[in-house]
């Protein structure tokens, strides 16, 4: 059964800087694409970066050269460094995991993970 845990998110001021984690299991982590997701109040969950299984990186407009996702194999943990956060980059942040090495839509993902509060203030 696959589990993803999100942790990592908390309050911070505008400026500043969070590192958000997801750990895997019962799953072929290292293979599969895996991608992060927010999702503001009154709004859509929209993807944020994403990660395939060859290791290639792909970003929203709205964070690039704000965000950084990886993975460490070897923990089977995601992150997602988030720099020069801006308030509207509150929302509930998700951890999310493909079946296949490659990802192009949101149907692409069937695992979540519960989410992980990111606010961001003045």
């Known amino acids: 059964q696959v589990q993803l845990v999100e942790s990592g998110g908390g309050s911070v001021q505008a400026g500043g800087s969070l590192r958000l984690s997801c750990v895997a299991s019962g799953y072929g982590y290292s293979r599969y694409c895996m991608a992060w997701f927010r999702q503001a109040p009154g709004k859509e969950r929209e993807e944020v970066a994403r990660i395939d299984g060859g290791g290639s990186t792909t970003y929203a407009d709205f964070v690039k050269g704000r965000f950084t996702i990886s993975k460490d194999n070897a923990k089977n943990t995601l992150y997602l460094q988030m720099n020069s956060l801006k308030i509207e980059d509150t929302a509930m942040y998700y951890c999310?995991?493909?079946?296949?090495?490659?990802?192009?839509?949101?149907?692409?993902?069937?695992?979540w993970g519960q989410g992980t509060q990111v606010t961001v203030s003045s």
């Open positions: 999310a995991a493909a079946s296949r090495g490659i990802c192009t839509t949101r149907a692409d993902f069937p695992y």
